[in-house]
Protein backbone atom coordinates (compact mmCIF):
# COMPACT_ATOMS: atom_id res chain seq x y z
CA UNK A 1 0.00 0.00 0.00
CA UNK A 2 1.36 3.55 -0.82
CA UNK A 3 0.56 5.79 1.99
CA UNK A 4 3.35 8.79 1.39
CA UNK A 5 4.34 10.95 -1.68
CA UNK A 6 7.96 9.55 -1.77
CA UNK A 7 6.60 5.82 -2.16
CA UNK A 8 3.84 6.66 -4.69
CA UNK A 9 6.71 8.52 -6.92
CA UNK A 10 9.12 4.98 -6.33
CA UNK A 11 6.17 3.21 -7.15
CA UNK A 12 5.41 5.15 -10.65
CA UNK A 13 8.94 5.70 -11.22
CA UNK A 14 9.22 1.56 -10.98
CA UNK A 15 6.48 0.93 -13.13
CA UNK A 16 7.25 3.12 -15.89
CA UNK A 17 10.94 1.73 -15.72
CA UNK A 18 9.50 -2.09 -16.45
CA UNK A 19 7.39 -0.68 -19.34
CA UNK A 20 9.92 1.10 -20.74
CA UNK A 21 12.54 -1.62 -20.89
CA UNK A 22 9.75 -3.41 -22.46
CA UNK A 23 9.37 -0.74 -25.08
CA UNK A 24 13.27 -0.64 -25.43
CA UNK A 25 13.35 -4.40 -25.77
CA UNK A 26 11.00 -4.65 -28.70
CA UNK A 27 12.60 -1.69 -30.61
CA UNK A 28 16.07 -3.09 -30.11
CA UNK A 29 14.19 -6.90 -31.05
CA UNK A 30 16.15 -7.53 -28.04
CA UNK A 31 15.12 -11.18 -26.13
CA UNK A 32 15.46 -9.75 -22.99
CA UNK A 33 11.98 -8.96 -22.27
CA UNK A 34 10.20 -8.16 -19.26
CA UNK A 35 7.29 -10.71 -19.21
CA UNK A 36 3.53 -9.98 -19.42
CA UNK A 37 2.69 -10.27 -15.80
CA UNK A 38 5.67 -7.66 -15.07
CA UNK A 39 4.21 -4.91 -17.67
CA UNK A 40 0.77 -5.78 -16.85
CA UNK A 41 1.42 -4.88 -13.33
CA UNK A 42 3.32 -1.98 -14.26
CA UNK A 43 0.00 -0.73 -16.16
CA UNK A 44 -1.65 -1.67 -13.13
CA UNK A 45 0.56 0.28 -10.78
CA UNK A 46 0.04 3.49 -13.27
CA UNK A 47 -3.78 3.12 -13.20
CA UNK A 48 -3.81 3.08 -9.68
CA UNK A 49 -1.63 6.02 -8.94
CA UNK A 50 -3.49 8.05 -11.45
CA UNK A 51 -6.66 6.95 -10.01
CA UNK A 52 -8.00 7.19 -13.76
CA UNK A 53 -7.90 5.23 -17.34
CA UNK A 54 -5.74 8.12 -19.25
CA UNK A 55 -7.26 6.34 -22.75
CA UNK A 56 -10.05 3.89 -21.47
CA UNK A 57 -7.74 0.66 -22.63
CA UNK A 58 -5.48 0.34 -19.46
CA UNK A 59 -7.61 -2.10 -17.11
CA UNK A 60 -8.34 -4.38 -20.67
CA UNK A 61 -4.66 -3.80 -21.43
CA UNK A 62 -3.57 -4.54 -18.40
CA UNK A 63 -5.35 -7.98 -17.88
CA UNK A 64 -4.12 -9.34 -21.70
CA UNK A 65 -0.71 -8.34 -20.11
CA UNK A 66 -1.51 -10.80 -17.06
CA UNK A 67 -2.82 -13.51 -19.34
CA UNK A 68 -0.28 -13.51 -21.74
CA UNK A 69 1.18 -16.56 -22.73
CA UNK A 70 4.06 -16.24 -24.95
CA UNK A 71 6.57 -13.15 -26.08
CA UNK A 72 4.83 -13.36 -29.43
CA UNK A 73 1.70 -12.19 -28.07
CA UNK A 74 3.52 -9.58 -26.25
CA UNK A 75 5.13 -8.05 -29.33
CA UNK A 76 1.37 -7.89 -30.53
CA UNK A 77 1.03 -5.44 -27.48
CA UNK A 78 3.30 -3.19 -28.31
CA UNK A 79 1.69 -0.31 -29.69
CA UNK A 80 -1.05 -0.48 -26.75
CA UNK A 81 1.40 -0.23 -24.13
CA UNK A 82 3.27 2.53 -25.94
CA UNK A 83 0.23 4.51 -26.29
CA UNK A 84 -1.35 4.02 -22.46
CA UNK A 85 2.42 5.00 -21.09
CA UNK A 86 1.90 8.09 -23.54
CA UNK A 87 -1.59 8.74 -22.30
CA UNK A 88 -0.49 8.02 -18.25
CA UNK A 89 2.17 10.79 -18.74
CA UNK A 90 -0.11 13.35 -20.44
CA UNK A 91 -2.89 12.47 -17.14
CA UNK A 92 -0.17 12.99 -14.28
CA UNK A 93 0.70 16.40 -16.13
CA UNK A 94 -2.53 17.46 -16.13
CA UNK A 95 -3.12 16.22 -12.63
CA UNK A 96 -0.04 17.80 -11.33
CA UNK A 97 -0.39 21.61 -13.20
CA UNK A 98 -2.13 24.01 -10.25
CA UNK A 99 -6.18 24.84 -11.28
CA UNK A 100 -6.11 28.07 -12.86
CA UNK A 101 -7.84 30.47 -10.22
CA UNK A 102 -9.13 32.66 -13.10
CA UNK A 103 -10.51 30.05 -15.06
CA UNK A 104 -13.81 28.29 -12.91
CA UNK A 105 -16.72 26.75 -14.10
CA UNK A 106 -18.94 29.19 -11.58
CA UNK A 107 -21.20 31.95 -13.09
CA UNK A 108 -22.88 34.20 -11.01
CA UNK A 109 -25.62 34.75 -14.00
Known sequence: MVTTNEEA??????????????LD?????STELPSGVE?????????VLLAA????????????LLECPAAVSLLALEFRVKSFLQAALAELERQARPADP???DFDLF
Do not use: H, K, M, Y
Not at 9 to 22: R, T, Y
Not at 39 to 47: I, N, Q, S, T
Open 9 to 22: EESWLSAEAVIQSF
Open 25 to 29: AVATR
Open 39 to 47: VGEACLWLL
Open 53 to 64: DPNGDGQRLSGE
Open 102 to 104: TQS
